[in-house]
């Protein structure tokens, strides 16, 4: 009964990540295929490579670039030809193409303004401290001529 | 017996109603009051504030008395709790979902606003009546929130046999204590929002009010380091594969708030200690909430579709839009009106510890959008381009990291600055000793992982600076003479240095362990026989068993999993794949040896066609670092708390005589 219970368990659960299966011989090669596949989005999960994705067709991504490596792809090639189906959608880190660069550059820029900003502001403050005000030179008067 | 309980659950709804009401009047009154100069009408924010607290608390332990009594005739019970489950997870069930969230929320909010009025005795009349009101107002629009959309004592005519259960992933002890502290941080910025607007009104911010301001600020963002460093440690055992940041839409919801929070704190120091950036840190201060609101809108609307988002819901999106855009927008507003008012009073030098600190909040504020950018740039794209597109990981990591980077490099000479004038003549020695340590620490690192990535030493490089840096400060701050003299003051410094040097080191410890372990795990993924041995880096692992074994409301797959490093003990690991019956779900409990220097990390998966099952091992370097630098920021929060300067009452040392005494300038 247990058995049965434990064979059912296993049914319910989905398949998973990477699986030792998919797991090229050559160690250089498999090294590329993850480096590329924790860069790519699993197409139906919420927020997942399909590195990290428990989705068949994650797997069926992950077998795919495997194969085009094998079959002698560059890097490059491979998710040209994966991005080619999916779209753009599928590169977790977005191109510096056309809008992206604002995305890209923004942060930069703003830096770089935020910069200038503080400087500018820092350097332009009067050098002398603010005059005292009546209450404190009373009180400064006391403490110095009691 | 079940008549009464029906009863009360009637009258938390009541209660609730009730408190929606006290707010709306605790919004109106204290503020025409401080207008007027109605004395009587100002004290009422106080009185309000508390029954507000005591109607929501008793809303709050009804709906706690359903989930723990398994009241299934309130549909909220019925859809996420289940008779067989724990304890802990009937309690903590109350805030796993968004109704029970929400009401969590304003529990929080009114905690929070009657919190200021109890510890505010020594606020000016004006100030405390605003900062209670403005308080009250958001809390009306989240009231508004719950009762108009999300009800959770909405019931059921015929009371189900059993419930639904809670979703398998939240019952963890780390999710169950999340969102309670992440809650607390959030809202916790609400009470600086209401000090940074009733400041706008009064059109004053002096040193006092940067007192007043810090330790509100500290707490929250205290509150906040707890719940991320929890959600990132769940997300590191219970997700399987042992990462511990995704860069999700969500966790960068909360990461936002922390930058302007931190920000926040160092900028009310220079208001408090130098009466300047005085319009800055107010719009810092309503940044910080804006953020929060933010995250509230990311998690609960569903636009930024992401693992964790629960109840998502485009209606309730828009409501929380609203609140979002009428509290900033109204906040920025008046900013716009009333910034040119606050005048800088203090000077200072371009080598000083006020530009160091004004450095430091570029640097966050600048992050801090480099995340927003990036979180929100897919829906950008999509509406604005029509792209489809996707923000992740590799953006952010290459675009966030130099920040910090940059921050780790300028933190210790910062902070050894002096105010007004500074340089760094003194710290010279003792930093050029610094430095050569940090580069010889990192070089050994470099050389016991030969022809690994540069991200390792350079992690131990800034690592060892940034701590470095801390116990330098502590040493030179403890004066000249002999090593005992120099101890007996380093112990008589104030709480809040000690503060600062124990978060600031943490911030080190967190650096070098996301680095260390980023750098050098060790992964190793293969089909395992029963009885079967196998090598992953310096430890032999033998597969023993794997068994069926019934859990309280789940069943499970348990292997049992020997580890040796060399002539070791032996460690057993037990890594689990559960189901949960109810829910029709399964989850991965990896089996985790905690150490010092490594976690020894364990999954089981699927059984193998020829037998056998697949297995996912790795041993990962440093990995507590990560969570105990951030535990260590938490407790230099703590400590700075502690500090005689910042108690609430020590504003009272120079009391103003007449509340509507002259304006700042």
Sequence with gaps: MKWLLLILTLLAAPAWAVQPDEILPDAALEARARDISEGLRCPVCQNESIDESNAPISRDLRILLRERLVAGDSDQEVIDFLVARYGEFVLLEPDTRGANLILWAAAPVLLLLALIVGWVTIRRRPPTEVALTEAEQRDLDRILHP | MRYIRGMLIELAHFALILAFGVAIAQTIVPLVGAHKGWRGWMTFAEPAANSQLILVGFSFAVLTMAFVTSDFSVSLVYANSHTDKPMLYKVSGVWGNHEGSMLLWVLTLALFGAS???????????????????????????????????????????????????????????????????????????????????????????????????????????????????????????????????????????????????????????????ETLKSWTILLAILAFGFSLLGAFIVRSGVLTSVHAFANDPERGVYILLILGIFLGGSLTLYAARAGVMQAQGAFGTVSRESALVLNNILLAVSCFVVFIGTIWPLVAEMVFGRTLSVGPPFFDAAFTPFMVLLAIVLPLGSLLAWKRGTLTRARMPLLGLGVLSFAMAGLFYAIYAGRSMVGPAGVLLGVWVVGGAVVDLWLRAGRGGLPDRLGRITRLPRGDWGKTVAHAGMGVTIFGVAAMTAWQQEDIRIVQTGETFDVGAYTFTLDAVEAVEGPNYQSTMATVTAVRGDGAPMILQPEKRFYPVAQMPTTEAAIDNGILRDVYVVIGDPQANGGYAMRVYIKPFANWIWGGAILMAIGGIISLTDRRLRFAVGARDPKPDAKAVPAE
């Design chain 2, 116 to 274: 200021a009025a109890w510890f505010g005795g020594n606020l000016p009349a004006t100030l405390k009546a605003r900062v209670l009101a403005v308080q009250a107002s958001i809390s009306v629009a989240f009231y508004a929130f719950i009762l108009f959309t999300s009800n959770p004592f909405a019931r059921l005519v015929d009371a189900p046999l059993n419930g639904r259960d809670l979703n398998p992933l939240l019952q963890d002890p780390g999710l169950a204590f999340h969102p309670p502290f992440l809650y607390l941080g959030y809202v916790g910025l609400s009470i600086t929002f209401s000090f940074a607007v009733a400041a706008l009104i009064e059109g004053r911010v002096d040193a006092a009010w940067g007192r007043w301001v810090r330790p509100w600020t500290l707490a929250a963002w205290m509150f906040l380091t707890v719940g991320i460093a929890l959600g990132s440690w769940w997300a590191y055992y219970e997700l399987g594969w042992g990462g511990f940041w995704f860069w999700d839409p969500v966790e960068n919801a909360s990461f936002m708030p922390w930058l302007i929070a931190a920000a926040l704190l160092h900028s009310a120091i220079v208001v408090e200690k130098r």
